[in-house]
């Protein structure tokens, strides 16, 4: 499985960009997906994600509280794909972002495996 990543850049405050990640490959079912930031000198952190949930569970969406508001997350589902929308930036949001997935690989009892994509830089100019 690869997820592949695009869409990252130079943007002054206030813009947007928008990110997309693909997952391909031996993919059975696709768990949940998002995406990660680290910031220099910071540790990563959740930025937003989509859990499909289960037959038993419902499905979340989960955001950071600094880009609640501001970041939307969006998938294709026939296409592997998640989108993260990003408006308003800071400069704060200036960071390394990375995708990250559970994917089931091996059939439905594959309760799944954790994937990350190489990461994308975006850097917000005050």
């Known amino acids: 499985v690869q997820l592949q990543a695009s869409g990252g850049g130079l943007v002054q405050a206030g813009g947007s960009l928008r990110l997309s990640c693909r997952a391909s490959g031996s993919v059975f079912r696709l768990n949940s997906m998002g995406w990660y930031r680290q910031a220099s000198g910071k540790q990563r952190e959740l930025v937003a994600n989509?859990?499909?949930?289960?037959?038993?569970?419902?499905?979340?969406?989960e955001y950071a509280d600094s880009v609640k508001g501001r970041f939307t997350i969006s998938e294709n589902s026939d296409a592997n794909t998640v989108y993260l929308q990003m408006n308003n930036l800071k400069p704060e949001d200036t960071a390394v972002y990375y995708c990250h997935a559970d994917i089931s690989t091996d059939g439905p009892y594959d309760y799944g495996k954790v994937f990350w994509g190489k990461g994308t830089l975006v850097t917000v100019s005050s």
């Open positions: 989509i859990d499909r949930g289960t037959m038993l569970i419902k499905g979340s969406t």
